[in-house]
């Protein structure tokens, strides 16, 4: 594709996507504005409220005449594969939001069988690898702190809590380490997203933080994003020990939704900033929690955005990726 052509796709992304774009702010460089200053500016945008007003919208139901150009021109915007969708017919999509939660059709995505792990959601690839002092990268060189993402660790009793480190205690067998992998989903993505291992969820935490864009962009410039944003934590056990899997919200994104938890709700109105609300899977009745096959449907986000694993594992883990790299569901994300 030609730069003009990229040039004339990017104006609809601007409208559809940032509706406030955090690059609006990129001009404030030239006039001697320090980062800290635009960064200040940008956090102080009430994206929750916008991405309220921009879900209102997506409800709204078009006219029949209206579905296909409105969404055509996504479609064009975007790049996204209509032949993969399991209803092609862009008439029967009554509103945005039915249009961008579309499924696919069931071959479209075949779900590796020979690697423990994989990738739970179409994407990119942004980072990946050990996690090193109780740090990760949201992108190559810009980090947040581990606890502050997955807050305190009182999710199971079965942890050990008397180790120094917050990335020691999450390591229950001896010899392992901990490993990360951060997928970015775009516009134009497939936006559910399914159990990328087989596992048992016992925990769900839920930050109801702010709603920036999770854009690469914007990952490079704010350090500990993913700490700001609302975002779904999901931790458990697979056969190697502590497993997480996290829904990170984003602006125009204030709905995740998780298809066995029916009391999680996103993007209120009101929140009390650096809280957060537990919910326990585990109970006298069901003492394994929530158990998740690999491939099974997990959840679904409203719009593009990001899912964070962060996962135990003997040291021989092996990744099976590439920094940057396009993936889907399915497919190979490492193995022992």
């Given at each position: ?7 004339l ?14 690059a609006?702010?990129?001009p ?5 504005w ?16 916008l991405s ?21 021109l ?31 059709k ?21 980072h ?58 775009a ?12 596992w048992?969820v016992f925990h769900?935490r ?22 700001y944003?609302e ?18 919200g ?10 066995f ?16 609300n ?35 594992a ?8 590439k ?14």
């Amino acid at each position: 594709m030609s730069r003009s052509a990229l040039k004339l796709r990017s104006w609809p992304l601007t409208i559809l996507y940032y509706l406030l774009p955090f690059a609006a702010l990129r001009p404030l460089a030239r006039v001697g504005w320090r980062p800290t200053s635009r960064v200040a500016i940008y956090k102080s945008v009430p994206t929750r409220l916008l991405s309220r007003a921009w879900g209102r919208l997506n409800q709204v139901e078009l006219p029949t005449w209206l579905r296909k150009p409105v969404y055509s021109l996504y479609i064009w915007t975007f790049g996204v594969n209509m032949k993969e969708a399991a209803v092609e017919d862009l008439h029967q999509y009554r509103n945005l939001s039915e249009f961008f939660r579309r499924k696919l059709k069931p071959q479209a995505r075949p779900v590796c069988d020979s690697h423990c792990v994989i990738s739970p959601a179409d994407g990119k690839i942004l980072h990946f690898g050990r996690v090193k002092n109780c740090e990760v990268e949201q992108v190559k060189g810009v980090t947040y702190s581990l606890e502050s993402f997955l807050g305190p660790q009182t999710w199971t009793e079965n942890l050990p809590i008397s180790k120094t480190s917050f990335q020691d205690q999450l390591v229950t067998k001896e010899g392992n380490e901990l490993y990360h992998c951060v997928i970015y989903l775009a516009p134009g993505d497939y936006h559910c997203f399914h159990s990328p291992t087989d596992w048992k969820v016992f925990h769900r935490r839920h930050f109801p933080g702010s709603l920036m864009s999770v854009n690469p962009g914007v990952a490079r410039w704010i350090k500990e994003l993913f700490c700001y944003n609302e975002r779904v934590v999901l931790t458990g056990g697979w056969q190697h020990g502590f497993f997480s899997l996290t829904a990170v919200g984003a602006t125009n994104v204030g709905s995740i939704r998780i298809y066995f938890d029916r009391d999680l709700q996103t993007n209120s109105p009101r929140y009390s900033k650096g809280s957060h609300n537990d919910m326990s899977y585990v109970t006298n009745n069901n003492q394994d929690g929530i158990v998740m096959r690999k491939g099974e449907q997990l959840g679904e986000f409203n719009l593009g955005s990001t899912i964070v694993l962060i996962f135990e594992a003997p040291k021989d883990f092996t990744f099976n990726l590439k920094a940057g790299q396009k993936i889907h569901f399915g497919e190979a994300v490492g193995s022992l």
